[in-house]
């Protein structure tokens, strides 16, 4: 039988842990709102913008931006999209994961650089044989500080410039896609090149007659690349609610998991309390039995 | 005429207008009930909008899309 104050101490470690975590549950559960409604903010604007891209498109005869020039893939850039911070249960390991299993399968012919975004992929990549992108600065971490469409524009222009530039031939994003604060979905994403957009004949049925201004082409290349920063940062967000969304589950669990460790150690204590009080009163009735 | 100016991050403006002026990449335009659709690129410039009580508005963007059909105009900004 452990001693009683072992037990207590016991309790009261746990009993603190219990405090951390479910207070991290309740800081992930704020964030999530907020970024949830910035995910929700969002989707106007980039669904209006991949209907633009097809209303034009759909009245083109090919694709050939700058952008959606389909190479012999030599080069490949792999984004890896993660949280800065752990505890999150599986979250940023998924992702770490699948990018490795990425590079070593269908893209084990080709030349591989990462560009991490997020601590936790960059330690992970540090760890392997593949080479950071050259682009990669240490402020791409910082861009969770302050998610905006201005800081996500300045890594998606450098992107865009490895591209145009030659120095990578596809670019394919993985991230955690939210579903819901308990769900989130790993996506293998392709970046660049853009892959022209699905002609939804229903849309296309009703399509009125527009006037272009400047001509469709030119409205098609500056269209596309804001509609490629739209997509990075709409899987920059979505990954931001999934971190939140799987560090509130995580957490959830661990608070749970002290509560039953606490009950179970209560008992345990008790048991002991009782047990050296039936001791003590054994003994004083057989020393008081002894006196008579 | 029904206008809605959105960013990736919020949506500046919904509501009804009288007219509106923009300032297309090939010239600025005004855009009256009943115009013609029609999509255009936006460059850095200013948004004016003379809403149902003839007050004009200004909103400074920094590039974008509109696109106007059946009285609506939608300006994607930046």
Known sequence: MANLKEIRNRIVSVNSTKQITSAMKMVSAAKLRKAQDAVVQMRPYSNKMQEIISNISAGLDSMDGAFSDQRTVENVLIVGITSNRGLCGGFNNNVIKSAIKLAETTYKDSNVTVLPIGKKFKDAVKKTSFSLSPIFKADTEKIWDDLTFENTSIIAEEIMNLFIERKVDKVVLVYNQFKNAAVQILQNEQFLPVLPPEVNETSSSNTVDYIYEPEKKAILDELIPKSLKTQLFKALLDSMASEHGARMTAMHKATDNATDLINDLKLVYNKARQASITNEILEIVAGAESLK | ?78
């Open chain 2, 1 to 78: 005429m029904h206008l809605e100016i959105i960013t990736p991050e919020k949506s500046i403006f919904k509501g009804k207008i009288d007219s509106a002026i923009f300032p297309g990449t090939e010239g600025s335009f005004g855009v009256l009930p009943n115009h013609s659709p029609i999509i255009s690129t936006l460059k850095k410039g200013d948004i004016s909008v003379i809403d149902e009580n003839k007050k004009s508005n200004l909103f400074a963007i920094n590039g974008g899309v509109v696109e106007v059909s059946n009285n609506k105009i939608i300006v994607l900004a930046e």
